[in-house]
């Protein structure tokens, strides 16, 4: 089994920044690649974006492109998410996930294809 725990949500104004911590433990050798996803009220869990433990490959969502950046410490087993010139609509409760598949998988971007889950992290931006 693997553990993640979210860390670094709360109330910014629109134009600012958070940083989002993932810090995994169990059996964190089982994981290929990390990912962020997004819920807010009523609607999907969103993809944000996603990187391998390798840290040679990262992919967004496009509504995030450009404005978050997502990386990885290995000897900490934690990811971050850099979210830079926020805007209220991302205002969302924050899920970091791990998966087991190896190698490059186009469904990357659906929730279900995560095999662990974060309690999540709420992130709120105001205008």
């Known amino acids: 089994q693997v553990q993640l725990v979210e860390s670094g949500g709360g109330l910014v104004q629109a134009g600012g920044s958070l940083r989002l911590s993932c810090a995994a433990s169990g059996r964190t050798y089982t994981i290929y690649a990390m990912g962020w996803f997004r819920q807010a009220p009523g609607k999907e869990r969103d993809f944000v974006a996603r990187?391998?433990?390798?840290?040679?490959?990262?992919y967004y969502g496009d509504s995030v492109k450009g404005r978050f950046t997502i990386s990885r410490d290995n000897a900490k087993n934690t990811v971050y998410l850099q979210m830079n010139t926020l805007k209220p609509e991302d205002t969302a409760v924050y899920y970091c996930?791990?998966?087991?598949?190896?190698?490059?998988?186009?469904?990357?971007?659906?929730?279900?294809?995560?095999?662990?889950w974060g309690q999540g992290t709420q992130v709120t931006v105001s205008s």
């Open positions: 996930a791990a998966d087991r598949r190896r190698g490059y998988n186009p469904d990357y971007v659906l929730s279900d294809k995560y095999d662990y």
């Open positions: 990187i391998s433990m390798s840290g040679v490959s990262t």
